[in-house]
C-alpha cells in the first residue's frame, strides 16, 4: 500500500528506477507486485495517473493542450496527444470542447 500511496503521490516525476530505490527492492519485483495486486505494471499506473490529471485540467482551467501535457509530466507533446487519445478515443481539444 505505501508503494501505491508513493505512486499517487510522485506521479508526475517518477520513475521506475527511483521508486524501487526509494522502497529498496529490484524494479522487476515492483513490476510484479504492482501487477500482482493492482493489474497494472508501473508505467500503466503512472500514465492512468497523468491521464486523469489531464482529465481535470481540461474540463477545470483555460490552460493551453501545450501547457497541460507539461503540468502532467509530458516533455513530448506528440506522445501526450497519442495517449490520450489512445485513452480517451478523442484528442484532448474534442474532449474540452465537447465538456463546454
Given amino acids: 500500500m505505501q508503494i501505491i ?3 499517487y503521490q510522485h506521479f ?3 520513475t521506475l528506477k527511483d521508486t524501487a530505490t526509494h522502497f529498496h527492492i529490484h524494479p522487476n519485483y ?5 501487477k ?3 493489474g497494472k505494471g508501473f508505467m500503466e499506473m ?4 497523468r491521464m486523469e490529471k489531464a482529465e481535470f485540467l481540461l474540463q477545470n482551467t483555460t490552460l493551453t493542450i501545450t501547457e497541460i501535457a507539461r ?3 509530458f ?7 497519442h495517449l490520450f487519445k489512445k485513452t480517451y478515443h478523442k484528442t484532448p481539444n474534442q ?3 465537447q465538456l463546454n
Fill in 5 to 7: 500511496e508513493f505512486i
Fill in 12 to 14: 508526475m516525476d517518477i
Fill in 30 to 34: 515492483l513490476t510484479r507486485l504492482l
Fill in 36 to 38: 500482482k495486486y493492482i
Fill in 46 to 49: 503512472v500514465q492512468q495517473l
Fill in 71 to 73: 503540468e502532467c509530466g
Fill in 75 to 81: 516533455s513530448n507533446i506528440n506522445y501526450f496527444y
Fill in 95 to 97: 474532449l474540452r470542447k
